[in-house]
Nanobody, 114 residues
Protein backbone atom coordinates (compact mmCIF):
# COMPACT_ATOMS: atom_id res chain seq x y z
CA UNK A 1 0.00 0.00 0.00
CA UNK A 2 1.45 3.32 -1.11
CA UNK A 3 1.42 6.15 1.40
CA UNK A 4 2.70 9.69 1.07
CA UNK A 5 2.55 11.79 4.24
CA UNK A 6 3.26 15.51 4.02
CA UNK A 7 4.21 17.78 6.89
CA UNK A 8 5.66 21.21 7.50
CA UNK A 9 2.92 23.53 6.33
CA UNK A 10 1.75 26.53 8.29
CA UNK A 11 1.39 30.28 8.45
CA UNK A 12 4.37 32.43 7.50
CA UNK A 13 4.90 36.11 6.79
CA UNK A 14 5.88 37.34 3.33
CA UNK A 15 9.60 36.92 2.83
CA UNK A 16 9.71 34.00 5.24
CA UNK A 17 10.69 30.38 4.71
CA UNK A 18 9.16 26.95 5.18
CA UNK A 19 10.31 23.42 4.48
CA UNK A 20 7.76 20.79 3.50
CA UNK A 21 8.50 17.09 3.93
CA UNK A 22 6.88 14.07 2.32
CA UNK A 23 7.67 10.61 3.62
CA UNK A 24 6.89 7.77 1.23
CA UNK A 25 6.18 4.12 1.96
CA UNK A 26 5.11 1.21 -0.19
CA UNK A 27 7.19 2.25 -3.21
CA UNK A 28 10.74 1.74 -4.42
CA UNK A 29 11.51 5.35 -3.63
CA UNK A 30 14.73 5.62 -5.66
CA UNK A 31 12.98 4.62 -8.91
CA UNK A 32 10.11 7.13 -8.70
CA UNK A 33 9.86 10.67 -9.95
CA UNK A 34 8.86 12.82 -6.98
CA UNK A 35 7.01 16.09 -7.36
CA UNK A 36 5.27 18.85 -5.49
CA UNK A 37 2.02 20.38 -6.70
CA UNK A 38 -0.13 23.09 -5.17
CA UNK A 39 -3.73 24.20 -5.35
CA UNK A 40 -4.35 27.87 -4.56
CA UNK A 41 -7.79 28.86 -3.25
CA UNK A 42 -10.36 28.71 -6.03
CA UNK A 43 -7.84 27.52 -8.62
CA UNK A 44 -6.73 24.29 -10.23
CA UNK A 45 -3.87 22.17 -8.98
CA UNK A 46 -0.55 23.17 -10.58
CA UNK A 47 2.92 21.74 -10.80
CA UNK A 48 5.55 23.37 -8.57
CA UNK A 49 8.69 21.24 -8.76
CA UNK A 50 9.75 17.86 -10.12
CA UNK A 51 12.69 15.66 -9.20
CA UNK A 52 13.08 12.79 -11.66
CA UNK A 53 14.73 9.60 -10.45
CA UNK A 54 17.83 10.12 -12.58
CA UNK A 55 17.68 13.65 -13.94
CA UNK A 56 17.97 17.21 -12.65
CA UNK A 57 15.10 18.95 -10.94
CA UNK A 58 12.96 21.50 -12.70
CA UNK A 59 10.55 24.13 -11.45
CA UNK A 60 7.61 26.19 -12.53
CA UNK A 61 8.77 29.68 -13.45
CA UNK A 62 7.06 31.46 -10.55
CA UNK A 63 9.13 29.59 -7.94
CA UNK A 64 12.45 29.31 -9.82
CA UNK A 65 15.27 30.57 -7.61
CA UNK A 66 13.11 30.56 -4.46
CA UNK A 67 12.13 26.90 -4.03
CA UNK A 68 14.35 23.81 -3.96
CA UNK A 69 13.21 20.19 -4.23
CA UNK A 70 15.47 17.51 -2.81
CA UNK A 71 15.26 13.96 -1.53
CA UNK A 72 16.88 11.71 1.05
CA UNK A 73 16.73 8.11 -0.16
CA UNK A 74 17.80 6.78 3.23
CA UNK A 75 14.63 8.22 4.76
CA UNK A 76 12.33 7.82 1.71
CA UNK A 77 11.59 11.52 2.03
CA UNK A 78 11.31 14.36 -0.45
CA UNK A 79 11.54 17.98 0.64
CA UNK A 80 10.42 21.32 -0.70
CA UNK A 81 12.49 24.16 0.70
CA UNK A 82 10.62 27.43 0.16
CA UNK A 83 12.34 30.78 0.61
CA UNK A 84 11.20 34.36 0.08
CA UNK A 85 7.57 33.29 0.24
CA UNK A 86 4.93 35.50 -1.30
CA UNK A 87 1.19 35.77 -0.65
CA UNK A 88 0.57 34.15 -4.05
CA UNK A 89 2.33 31.01 -2.78
CA UNK A 90 -0.65 30.41 -0.48
CA UNK A 91 -2.07 27.01 -1.37
CA UNK A 92 -2.53 23.42 -0.32
CA UNK A 93 0.70 21.67 -1.28
CA UNK A 94 0.62 18.05 -2.41
CA UNK A 95 3.39 15.53 -2.76
CA UNK A 96 3.22 13.11 -5.70
CA UNK A 97 5.12 9.95 -6.62
CA UNK A 98 5.10 9.06 -10.30
CA UNK A 99 6.24 5.92 -12.14
CA UNK A 100 3.54 5.23 -14.69
CA UNK A 101 0.90 5.63 -12.00
CA UNK A 102 0.65 8.73 -9.82
CA UNK A 103 0.20 8.55 -6.07
CA UNK A 104 -0.81 11.57 -3.97
CA UNK A 105 -0.40 12.70 -0.42
CA UNK A 106 -3.21 14.27 1.58
CA UNK A 107 -1.87 17.82 1.25
CA UNK A 108 -0.57 20.41 3.67
CA UNK A 109 -1.73 24.02 3.91
CA UNK A 110 0.73 26.86 3.38
CA UNK A 111 -0.52 30.36 4.11
CA UNK A 112 1.64 33.41 3.42
CA UNK A 113 0.19 36.47 5.09
CA UNK A 114 1.15 39.37 7.30
Amino acid sequence: QVQLVESGGGLVQPGGSLTLSCEASGIIFASFTMAWYRQPPGKQRELVAVLPARAPAYYTESVEGRFTISKDIAFNTVYLIMNNLKPEDTAVYYCAAQNGDTYWGQGTQVTVSS
